[in-house]
């Protein structure tokens, strides 16, 4: 990089050797929030050349505000570094160049010119790394104490090759939990299945576990492999363990114990090398007192046991999530719809018996009733009272604005519920793309599963 073009602007910073010392993005920021230098792997990340990136607001670049993060609710180093002249590091979500969000690790720390000057220096470092081929394209997000340290614990356990048990309330994530998991582990090349212990049948759950053999059945013609088969050398996620039924836990210990399994109807013995991650949204040690979850299973898949913290013990992380999820409603919608006005402390305000899983219902059923794509407190707040489990509902208001996405209200003109939102858009998403679940799931920012799921729950054919 040459530096005789990259900080022009302020020729008197003595910081050649500085910012080519660094691999991460490195940038150089004066008091008025402006770039006054960059590194060529600044460059890569926000997909500009040096020259165009100075003199423009920092904020500009790495947020696509127009005022500075602060003033957006988030914690910002610019203030502690010119104010009190110490080092600080936080945790930002910021946009590269192809308009996607990522959780970085901001270290800012004061510099001076050779003039005396001070300036702020910014090292960028990607914090929760996720690879392109997550299926769901979703972002695990936050940096309150309590998601820093679920993180931790998944970093470890990627590191490892032992059985993991997810536990959390429904909506915290469990299934991104565990795919991060898989993609930060030395089997991420491998694939990754996912099992819904919930529609696996007595009769099923032989079959798409270890695979039939030819003639197996009555009307089975050709062979079937089955997850183990499908998964091998990779993960499998046995999303909510604790609904298998106990003659089924039986032939899954078998398997976990041995190693190996067979075919249904088959004589050849295969050796089952795979990684297995459970959860489940239950106490599961309870069921084990209860005698509904066999104890020696229980051990088998609970070698390192991992609590999801639901969304009220990390509420702090609303406003992140809510950009974050916002991308990808906007995604799916085609949309540009912002947080304004307050709505990020209103949404901080309530209590998410549905965790994560709610907030963005929350954003969808705002988005879709946004004339403007603006989001701000009155609408979250009308939203909010208009939930069926909400402490705070008085008497239900009616929505007055006329939605972006326009949904029929029922005929004694109470607001369309969020079913009946969800209904119509997911329908006009299956007409966009033919009937194509993977790419519905896509555009929504969540995983086949889910969307097979919400087809069967709102009747959609």
């Known amino acids: 990089m040459s530096m005789d073009?990259?900080?022009?602007?302020?020729?008197?910073?003595?910081?050649?050797?500085?910012?080519?010392?660094?691999?991460?993005?490195?940038?150089?920021?004066?008091?008025?929030?402006?770039?006054?230098?960059?590194?060529?792997?600044?460059?890569?990340?926000?997909?500009?050349?040096?020259?165009?990136?100075?003199?423009r607001k920092c904020y500009e670049v790495s947020h696509g505000k127009t005022q500075p993060c602060d003033q957006e609710g988030?914690?910002?180093?610019?203030?502690?570094?010119?104010?009190?002249?110490?080092?600080?590091?936080?945790s930002h979500l910021h946009m590269d160049g192809d308009k996607r969000m990522h959780q970085v690790k901001v270290s800012a720390f004061p510099l001076r010119g050779s003039d005396g000057q001070l300036y702020l220096g910014e090292c960028i470092e990607e914090l929760l790394p996720l690879k392109d081929d997550v299926s769901s394209g979703a972002r695990m997000v936050g940096d309150t104490p309590a998601f820093l340290a679920c993180v931790e614990q998944l970093r470890i356990a990627s590191s490892s090759d032992a059985p993991v048990l997810l536990q959390g309330e429904t909506g915290t994530g469990k299934e991104l939990a565990a795919e991060y998991i898989h993609q930060?582990?030395?089997?991420?090349?491998?694939?990754?299945?996912?099992?819904?212990?919930?529609?696996?049948?007595?009769?099923?759950?032989?079959?798409?576990?270890?695979?039939?053999?030819?003639?197996?059945?009555?009307?089975?013609?050709?062979?079937?492999?089955?997850?183990?088969e499908l998964a091998e050398g990779g993960t499998?996620?046995?999303?909510?363990?604790?609904?298998?039924?106990?003659?089924?836990?039986?032939?899954?210990?078998?398997?976990?114990?041995?190693?190996?399994?067979?075919?249904?109807?088959?004589?050849?013995?295969?050796?089952?090398?795979?990684?297995?991650?459970?959860?489940?949204?239950?106490?599961?040690?309870?069921?084990?007192?209860?005698?509904?979850?066999?104890?020696?299973?229980?051990?088998?898949?609970?070698?390192?046991?991992i609590?999801?913290?639901?969304?009220?013990?990390?509420?702090?992380?609303?406003?992140?999530?809510?950009?974050?999820?916002?991308?990808?409603?906007?995604?799916?919608?085609?949309?540009?719809?912002?947080?304004?006005?307050?709505?990020?402390?209103?949404?901080?305000?309530?209590?998410?018996?549905?965790?994560?899983?709610?907030?963005?219902?929350?954003?969808?059923?705002?988005?879709?009733?946004?004339?403007?794509?603006?989001?701000?407190?009155?609408?979250?707040?009308?939203?909010?009272?208009?939930?069926?489990?909400?402490p705070e509902n008085g008497e239900q208001q009616v929505f007055n604005q006329q939605a972006s996405m326009p949904v029929q209200a029922p005929a004694n003109d109470a607001p369309a519920s969020l079913d009946d939102v969800e209904r119509q858009h997911i329908r006009q998403l299956m007409d966009r793309y033919e009937g194509n679940r993977k790419k519905v799931a896509e555009a929504l920012g969540v995983s086949e599963r889910t969307i097979y799921r919400k087809l069967r729950r709102l009747g959609i054919t």
């Open 5 to 55: 073009s990259k900080t022009k602007p302020a020729a008197s910073i003595d910081l050649e050797s500085l910012v080519n010392s660094h691999s991460q993005p490195f940038v150089v920021v004066d008091n008025d929030y402006r770039i006054m230098a960059v590194n060529s792997a600044y460059e890569q990340r926000y997909g500009e050349s040096g020259e165009t990136f100075i003199g």
């Open 74 to 90: 988030e914690e910002c180093p610019h203030t502690r570094v010119y104010s009190q002249g110490l080092a600080t590091t936080c």
């Open 184 to 228: 930060h582990s030395p089997r991420n090349l491998k694939p990754f299945q996912i099992v819904d212990s919930t529609v696996l049948t007595e009769n099923l759950f032989e079959t798409e576990m270890f695979g039939h053999a030819r003639g197996a059945y009555t009307g089975s013609v050709g062979e079937k492999q089955g997850l183990f």
């Open 236 to 305: 499998i996620f046995l999303d909510e363990i604790g609904e298998l039924p106990l003659s089924q836990q039986s032939k899954l210990l078998r398997v976990l114990e041995s190693g190996q399994y067979r075919r249904v109807g088959g004589k050849r013995t295969r050796k089952a090398n795979v990684r297995i991650i459970c959860a489940t949204n239950r106490h599961l040690w309870e069921s084990v007192l209860q005698g509904k979850f066999r104890e020696d299973l229980y051990y088998r898949i609970a070698c390192l046991n």
């Open 307 to 390: 609590r999801l913290p639901n969304l009220l013990d990390r509420i702090d992380d609303v406003p992140m999530l809510a950009r974050s999820l916002l991308e990808s409603i906007n995604r799916s919608m085609r949309a540009s719809y912002h947080l304004v006005d307050g709505a990020s402390e209103r949404l901080k305000a309530y209590t998410y018996p549905g965790n994560i899983r709610e907030l963005r219902n929350i954003l969808f059923i705002a988005a879709t009733h946004s004339t403007n794509r603006e989001i701000d407190a009155q609408l979250i707040d009308k939203i909010i009272h208009n939930l069926p489990h909400c």
